[in-house]
């Protein structure tokens, strides 16, 4: 089996996609309530953000390490 490199920010989405399920499965089973959007929402938008600056930041250190690789 070939050696893939490590993707920070698909392990993020997983892990948010993860707690989003969690949530999801405790509203079904009336232990959680997810009905107020003014809670729901923004915490469904901040956890997809953070997944999002997670790939942007593990972009720019790859763009870095590559410039500083060929300049050797």
């Given at each position: 089996?070939?050696?893939?490199?490590?993707?920070?920010?698909?392990?993020?989405?997983?892990?948010?996609?993860?707690?989003?399920?969690?949530?999801?499965?405790?509203?079904?089973?009336?232990?959680?309530?997810?009905?107020?959007?003014?809670?729901?929402?923004?915490?469904?938008?901040?956890?997809?953000?953070?997944?999002?600056?997670?790939?942007?930041?593990?972009?720019?250190?790859r763009s870095?390490?590559?410039?500083?690789r060929r300049r050797r």
């Amino acid at each position: 089996m070939r050696r893939h490199r490590f993707e920070p920010a698909a392990l993020m989405m997983g892990l948010v996609l993860l707690a989003i399920m969690t949530g999801f499965i405790l509203d079904a089973c009336g232990v959680l309530d997810l009905s107020d959007p003014h809670r729901s929402i923004p915490a469904a938008g901040s956890a997809l953000a953070l997944a999002a600056v997670t790939a942007l930041v593990t972009q720019g250190v790859r763009s870095v390490r590559n410039r500083a690789r060929r300049r050797r």
